[in-house]
């Protein structure tokens, strides 16, 4: 079963920073676009930044300048490397990805449980 797997959240202070991780595990053929989402309670899942497999990437405004969004593809990771966060950055942060079977070679999105991040004022 594929899974995807979020770690690094915590709880910092305004100006820290934090390094998300998300690792791909199972059985899959590949990985084409990943990316980091995050959702407020209220509010919609928003998409933070992404990354495709040749390394292109976008991200929100809100975070330009801040946020830098990593792959590592021999290791089916990505990253997200946080600085001068800020409270409105506090979220559930999802690592999301565009899948394919290594059975049939189809595709599919599959997401992470979320991992909390917390920034105090």
């Known amino acids: 079963q594929v899974q995807l797997v979020e770690s690094g959240g915590g709880l910092v202070q305004a100006g820290g920073s934090l390094r998300l991780s998300c690792a791909v595990s199972?059985?899959?053929?590949?990985?084409?676009?990943m990316g980091w989402y995050r959702q407020v309670p209220g509010k919609q899942r928003e998409l933070v930044a992404a990354?495709?497999?040749?390394?292109?990437?976008n991200y929100a405004d809100s975070v330009k300048g801040r946020f830098t969004i990593s792959r590592d593809n021999a290791k089916n990771s990505m990253y997200l490397q946080m600085n001068s966060l800020k409270p409105e950055d506090t979220a559930v942060y999802y690592c999301?990805?565009?899948?394919?079977?290594?059975?049939?070679?189809?595709?599919?999105?599959?997401w992470g449980q979320g991992t909390q991040v917390i920034v105090s004022s």
């Open positions: 199972g059985i899959i053929f590949g990985i084409n676009t």
């Open positions: 999301n990805a565009d899948l394919i079977d290594a059975v049939y070679g189809t595709t599919f999105t599959s």
């Open positions: 990354i495709t497999r040749g390394g292109s990437t």
